[in-house]
């Protein structure tokens, strides 16, 4: 039976490929570049389910509802101004970091589009 082809290395702008079977090219392997992707996999697993830090039946009610009366993103960073994109996210204005008081006050909160809300969240985890 003939082998499964390479496909790309899962390190991020890397080039190579790698073998089936593997996440990453052999070069990957060799200079550890996956290190940074198993740090965040690590982070992860320590922070506990979505459910249990408050994003459980109760958050996903009233995102809806909340995202039903501010529909559209507030696009803080002034990436989409000439076609307003639809708001897909809630998002805790100053992050919570577990303060449920924090978390459910509703001067906290705004709408965001996927991108803004990823983007959003890269620069606060980059500190």
């Given at each position: 039976m003939p082998l499964k082809p390479p496909h790309p290395c899962k390190t991020q702008a890397c080039s190579g490929l790698a073998l089936y079977g593997e996440a990453y090219c052999s070069e990957c392997i060799a200079h550890g570049c996956n290190a940074e992707r198993d740090k965040?996999?690590?982070?992860?697993?320590?922070?506990?389910?979505?459910?249990?830090?408050?994003?459980?039946?109760?958050?996903?009610?009233?995102?809806?509802?909340?995202?039903?009366?501010?529909?559209?993103?507030?696009?803080?960073?002034?990436?989409?101004?000439?076609?307003?994109?639809?708001?897909?996210?809630?998002?805790?204005i100053i992050p919570h970091k577990g303060d449920q008081v924090l978390f459910w006050d509703h001067e906290n909160h705004q709408s965001l589009c996927t991108s803004c809300h990823s983007h959003k969240t890269a620069l606060e985890r980059r500190g």
């Open positions: 965040h996999r690590r982070f992860d697993k320590t922070r506990g389910s979505a459910a249990s830090r408050g994003y459980g039946p109760r958050w996903k009610k009233y995102r809806a509802a909340y995202v039903k009366r501010h529909p559209l993103c507030v696009d803080p960073f002034k990436r989409h101004q000439k076609s307003p994109q639809p708001a897909m996210e809630v998002d805790h």
